[in-house]
């Protein structure tokens, strides 16, 4: 324990006092908590989320503190995220403020202890953040930097200054620009009237959240983007939320936007923020541009070069242009340069361009009017910018997964003048617009019948006019940091790094399966004996193919970034990218839930990061947030809009628990599961079954509707159980509604086999479905019900009502797991009928092992993993787990292949594997499979 801590500023304050004391309410703990993944060597403050055992500790009767080797001294900001039902702390989240020298032992202990006495819930942070809600405008000083909020106008960031004074940047807004249509190949670019409209962000609304002397406030800027020279509508609504920690020059942007605009006169050309850079009185030589590169290199420019030219104004002078310095006093060099300075050409403007992931090119021009220069570029752009002087300071701004989300870019812009400005694009305006129109005509499928033809072929669901991105959203993230001076590039290197892999913090595997806050349907790794072990290799061969198949596959993209594929082509040896309801995954079959579950009984590193970019991407793209299908997300595609099954399987809030509670209540997130809330309504305006339906029923805006008890009701059921545990606004309603269609469901003669039920949106009670109406008892089962995390919704309800959970619910629910496999004999017994032959077993033997565990049945569990190695359409241990490579002139670039692989069976199989070693691991030694 050689290494410190040392934690950079004034927080003068004592050191917490723990009374030893035996009783169980002032219990004390102290839980560890480490970076996932490599130590960072930059930290700009962080948040994480720590999870709590049920009855343990009360919120305002607990104090949380946190060390680290060597400094027991760290400020802490701790606030609640998700209680347990008897008012007990579930899930916390916490912030630190930056860190000057991180340990490399990496390790954090967040002490915990019950105290009567209340108290602040910031420790330690006597000089946190300081915060001025004005009439006007929110202001924030972090110690580092003082940022300015206007309140209204169209300047998201006033201005942006230095402990020092220096104004380093100020005029921060959104641009965008359009255009009204696009020209279908170069020769009708001469005839066709396309209109180019540019717009600025204008606010609506600014919030500011933040504690007395706390470790981290958030600014909460909401707005649309207004036209600058045109009377189109304002529109692209925006939420842009601030992240600013005590004692950090860096600033964390998290950009949203909605696609609120029509997609064949809307064409988004360019999308980014831009901020102006105050340069007067910086001489032009000591005016400095560092241009991102790979790998944290940089291109090290200055407006006025004064290196490679005839006459040498001297080695100190180049070196400390180069190193980004003060130039030495102007009488100090040879006078042969310093009579010529005016010479020299003063370099105005740069641009970097990165349109595919895989290069970008530089140019630079003189001023307007004068050619671009090109200059060389390379492949992958950390996209960190710095513009600014030796002098004044200056601003870097950066754009996480730069290279992933091309088409992106950055713009310096009158580097020469008294201002410049740096303007950083989400979306690159030398790029081609973002076109957003469906991808075929329709090709004449007008009828129900002729869509469900359709979909025998393509696989596509297809419906005019369900084609649509109306209401897509997509969440960026954005990092500035503000300098006196130049700085160096190494630091700059660092900062790259940060930007593109934001350290995040988090507690032990063991710990956080040990509180059950996420459930106890998981379990730590398993490699106790060579099946066990066998399934763990499995695992991560599946993963680590993903993780591959991203790479190779080219799966990045402003939009695509975070997704998979759905289904291979093993003849083209590509993914089927362009064939209908086979190309994008949307969810389905919850990957997500897998890739999560796999990181908490991992820890890696790798796989967070997998997963969150899958969160990030399918909670925001494949889902809409406004409109009459506010809540709902499409069904996989060729375009991530464009199939017509709009449902709230695919928005399942359950999809952005994990990273909800893990990150500390990631801001955002908690708007979609906000969001969430209102889904019920749209079975009020759209039916899921339309195309299906016999019976010739419509609905009516808040008038019962037939919902399925699997697919819908699950998505439904997270959403409330969500709300409640965050005590949100809505959360009686929610947990009202929740316990209305539970007892309902409980209350079905078949419970859950029954398939669906009639859903009061108004007053939340489920009644029998139309077809039953006198709960007779009907047998409906889908292989698709329990596929989008019922199972995972369900385990986490029954565990969070305990006792109190509607009486027969639990019954109801383990028929459903006990029954799905059964055999027909059996189902025939219960139920009077069998099923029918069902797929999806393996991913199904998860239901079989849960009710094994809770009835601690052996020969059910035995059963389980009958059902999980035997089965007809899910992996089995004579597939190869192994990938080949295919190459030469049979495929567009070399790739890894594994033709066995759907996303599908990866996504059934990684739960089924990881909760069948929790629930029924205990028998798979003696099991004569596989
Ligand atoms: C603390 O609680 C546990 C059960 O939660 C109980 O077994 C133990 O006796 C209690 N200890 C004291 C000091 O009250
Ligand atoms: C512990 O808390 C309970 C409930 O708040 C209270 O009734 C009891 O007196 C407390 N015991 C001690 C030793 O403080
Ligand atoms: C970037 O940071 C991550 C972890 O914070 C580390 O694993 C990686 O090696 C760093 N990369 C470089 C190029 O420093
Ligand atoms: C803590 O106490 C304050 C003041 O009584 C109250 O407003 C707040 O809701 C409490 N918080 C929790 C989480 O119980
Ligand atoms: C349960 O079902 C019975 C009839 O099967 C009905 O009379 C009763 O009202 C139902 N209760 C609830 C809470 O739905
Ligand atoms: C809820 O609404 C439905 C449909 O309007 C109605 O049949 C039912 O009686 C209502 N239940 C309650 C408890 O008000």
Redesign the pocket.
Known sequence: MRSLFLFLGAFAHAALSLPSNNNNNSTSSTIQVHWVGDTPSYTGGSSFGLPWPQGKYYFNDTVFSISGDGNPDIPLQSWVTGFWRDGSIKWTGHAIPPLESVSVDGGFGVRVRSSHTKSSRSQGAGQGVRVQNGRDEVTVNTGKVTVTFPKKGGNIVGSIKTANGNVVGENGKLVLHTQSGVAEDVASRSDTAIEYLNFESRISKVTVSAEEAGVRAVVTVRGTHAPVDSDHDAWLQFVVRFYLYANSDAIRIVHSIVFDGDAESDFISGLGIRFSVPLKDEELYNRHVRIPGVDGGFLHEAVQGITGLRRDPGEDVRSAQYEGTELPDESTWDTRVTSRLQWIPAWNDYKLSQLSPDGFTIHKRTKPGQGWITIPGGTRSGGLTYLGGATKGGLAVGLRDFWKRYPSGVDISNAASDEGQITIWLYSPEAAPLDLRPFHDGLGQDTYEEQLDALEITYEDYEPGFNTPYGIARTSEIYLYAFDQTPSSDHLASLSNHTNNPPVLAAEPSYIHSTKAFGTYWDLPDTSNSKSTTIESNLDFLVKFYEGQVESRRWYGFLDYGDFMHTYDEDRHIWRYDVGGYAWDNSELSPDLFLWQYFLRTGRADVYRLAEALTRHTGEVDVYHIGDWKGLGTRHGVQHYADSAKQVRITQPHYRKYFYYLSGGDERVGDLLTEALDTDQTYGVLDPNRKVRTDGWTPTPGQPTAISLGTDWAGLAAGWLLEWERRGPRWQEARHKLS?TA??IA???NGFVTGSGLYAITNG????PPADP??EGLVAVSHLNAVFGMPEVISELLDYWGSDAPAGLKDVWLDYCYYYSASSEEQQARYGESFGSLNLIQGHSRLTAYYASQKGNSSVAERAWDEFYNNNDGFTADDSWAAEVVEGSSVLIPVEEASWISTNAVAQYGLAAIQDLALAGGVLEEVPFP
């Open positions: 209305q007892t309902g209350n079905l003669t009670s489920l009644l029998p006198n709960n």
